[in-house]
């Protein structure tokens, strides 16, 4: 007598119809084969499933742009893991419908490859059991091996589905991993459930900047795995978000979003805060009295309490919000960690760099953390015409002067009034012009060139130059008194090479200019052995350059035109070897110098033509 093993009996009974035999299925496939039945869907048929318009596609994309950029980076990962395995990892939406794909080409041609592709939504009315469908419904990560599909024509597939959680417990997408196999995949379904966890964990980190990211876990060991629990806590103390695991070890405590720190732990806010920011690891009770193990992943912008929560007082009328632009050079960041302090004195700052450091930028951070209410006003000093300098800054009436505005101009002083006026490239200022501007500084008070009226200004000064005012003060060509105005408040800007914080600054710039590219350790390496004269300005540019040939990923082998002069002069070969590249060089300006006559080369240098050839890129 045959005998049929559990999935026989129930396929049968479901084909034939029959009343499905008890005990033979996991639970929720039996109910999501009941529920496909009372959908009146015959398993033995081939299923008509809906494809959604590609503009629908790209709209939902757009709603869900940080989750896709995150869950792309770990398809990427995910797929590399399980390569050769005739696999295709797919994102869906919350709704099971797909929004991106990744797979090995032999899946990609085979009919169920051809059914899992953008817009497909893979629901239980549209697809029968499957594992996208069935983790939108439960939210949680299910597998369907084979024949638990409940479709016939799917039994020859395994698909591991986990859902991506926001820290309401929302589902915001769907992470599936197929694959053209019946055998169970539980090494793969583990590896997907785990690209969930840090899709979801990065999603805390990305949408968070704000806040503090603590990580706690009962054992030490852990706190670095996605077993930890993370929570988002803002500056005074308001819990934010929570992954999963965090909820689950926090179980039976007020978890919701809203709560307070100092609601969940023993110890308080300020006082753990204190503890993690000099680094380690703590070690505190939750308020159900068990242990965790906490360490510190995200410092909030400004790096402490805030001061309401630790002492009752108000916060400073300053924000001391971290910039919009890498600081982290150990020199810079100090210079720029008291420019509130200089602000709030209503001390005129003047910052220094070579062309493309980011001068402007920084002038723009000082007129934020300054707390102005004004308009931040900038002006090119050596655009501006010398004769009309005076007239730019401090205003005119109607017909003060030939080719006067008709209407008359108030002045830039005047437009920065409560705000911050930024004198750039200063050193340009004509020579007249500086003692009017003196006057100014001295008085904060403005006359228009034809104008009767005086107007007091309240202004916050910025100014900046490329150049050595020191040096033109000796030179005559800038007034000393002008000077010791103006650099009250010294900030230099260091050049890009010189720059200690040269990797964060890169990868600051691709966030920027290409979200969802990334760049290999190799490339940064490669920038950061060149020479910048541009500074940031031309890294940008070259990094620019380097996305239009790839989108994806840059690397070292992205930058054909970013080498340093000398290093381009050289061949591949001989680069990276000083006394190769020094005879490689000779030999390709000898070549130049030829024009570009190989036999000549050669004849000049002594050499055979071979060895010519071999040191040129023909």
Not at 4 to 16: K, M, W, Y
Not at 145 to 150: A, C, L, T, V
Not at 335 to 357: D, N
Not at 498 to 514: E, Y
Request: charged letters at 25%.
């Amino acid at each position: 007598m045959l005998h049929l093993s559990g999935i026989d009996r129930a396929r049968q009974a479901l084909e034939r119809g029959d009343r499905l035999p008890g005990g033979t299925l996991p639970a929720a496939i039996a109910e999501s084969w009941q529920r496909c039945r009372d959908l009146g869907l015959d398993p033995r048929s081939i299923p008509n499933g809906e494809v959604i318009a590609f503009a629908e596609v790209t709209r939902k994309r757009e709603q869900v742009a940080a989750l896709r950029r995150l869950a792309l980076a770990e398809m990427k990962l995910l797929h590399s893991q399980i390569a050769g395995s005739n696999f295709i990892i797919a994102l869906g939406d919350a709704e099971g419908m797909v929004l991106d794909t990744i797979s090995d080409q032999h899946f990609a041609e085979s009919t169920a490859g051809r059914s899992v592709i953008p817009g497909s939504v893979w629901s239980e009315a549209r697809y029968g059991t499957n594992a996208l469908g069935l983790a939108a419904a439960g939210k949680e990560a299910v597998a369907v091996y084979g024949r638990e599909h409940y479709f016939t024509c799917h039994g020859h597939l395994s698909c591991m589905a986990a859902p991506i959680l926001d820290s309401n417990g929302r589902i915001l997408g769907l992470l599936d991993a197929s694959c053209s196999n019946e055998a169970r995949q539980q090494h793969t379904h583990a590896l997907v459930r785990m690209a969930a966890a840090q899709i979801e964990n990065g999603l805390i980190f990305q949408e968070r900047t704000e806040c503090f990211i603590l990580a706690f876990h009962p054992r030490a060991e852990y706190l670095d795995t996605l077993s930890a629990g993370l929570v988002a806590v803002s500056r005074d103390g308001e819990v934010i978000s929570l992954n999963r695991p965090g909820t689950s070890l926090l179980a039976g405590l007020p978890v919701t979003p809203g709560s307070h720190f100092d609601q969940l732990f023993e110890a308080s806010f300020g006082t753990t805060i204190s503890g993690l920011l000099n680094g380690g690891v703590a070690t505190i009770r939750d308020r159900a009295g068990s242990g965790v193990f906490m360490v510190c992943r995200q410092i909030a912008p400004g790096g402490r309490v805030s001061p309401a929560r630790r002492s009752g007082v108000a916060p400073a009328v300053h924000d001391d919000r971290a910039p919009d632009f890498v600081c982290e050079d150990r020199s810079l960041k100090r210079a720029v960690a008291e420019i509130g302090r200089a602000a709030a004195l209503r001390m005129p700052i003047h910052i220094t760099g070579e062309t493309g450091t980011g001068k402007e930028l920084m002038a723009r951070h000082v007129h934020t953390v300054s707390g102005r209410k004004g308009e931040f006003v900038a002006v090119n000093c050596g655009a501006v015409p010398e004769q009309l300098f005076i007239a730019e800054i401090f205003g005119h009436e109607r017909g003060a002067y030939t080719n006067a505005r008709s209407e008359g101009s108030p002045g830039l002083a005047r437009l920065a009034d409560k705000g911050t006026l930024f004198l750039d490239e200063v050193a340009d200022i004509p020579l007249p012009a500086q003692t009017a501007l003196l006057r100014f500084l001295d008085s904060m008070e403005v006359r228009a060139v034809g104008g009767q009226h005086t107007y007091r200004v309240d202004v916050q000064i910025v100014s900046a130059t490329n150049h050595d005012l020191r040096e033109m003060v000796g030179e005559r060509s800038f007034r000393a008194d002008l000077l010791y105005r103006l650099n009250a408040f010294t900030l230099h800007l260091p050049p890009l090479g010189a720059r200690s914080d040269f990797a964060l600054i890169v990868r600051h710039l691709m966030r920027k200019l290409a979200p969802d590219a990334a760049i290999t350790d190799a490339a940064i390496t490669a920038l950061s052995l060149r020479t910048w004269p541009g500074n940031i300005r031309e890294l940008q540019a070259a990094l620019q350059r380097a996305l239009v040939r790839g989108v994806d990923f840059v690397d070292e082998v992205s930058f054909g035109d970013c080498s340093s002069p000398e290093e381009a002069d050289s061949c591949a070969a001989c680069r990276g070897h000083p006394l190769d590249e020094s005879r490689c060089r000779e030999i390709r300006r000898t070549y130049r110098d030829a024009s570009e006559n190989i036999s000549e080369t050669a004849r000049r240098l002594g050499l055979s033509r071979t060895t010519v050839y071999k040191h040129l890129d023909l």
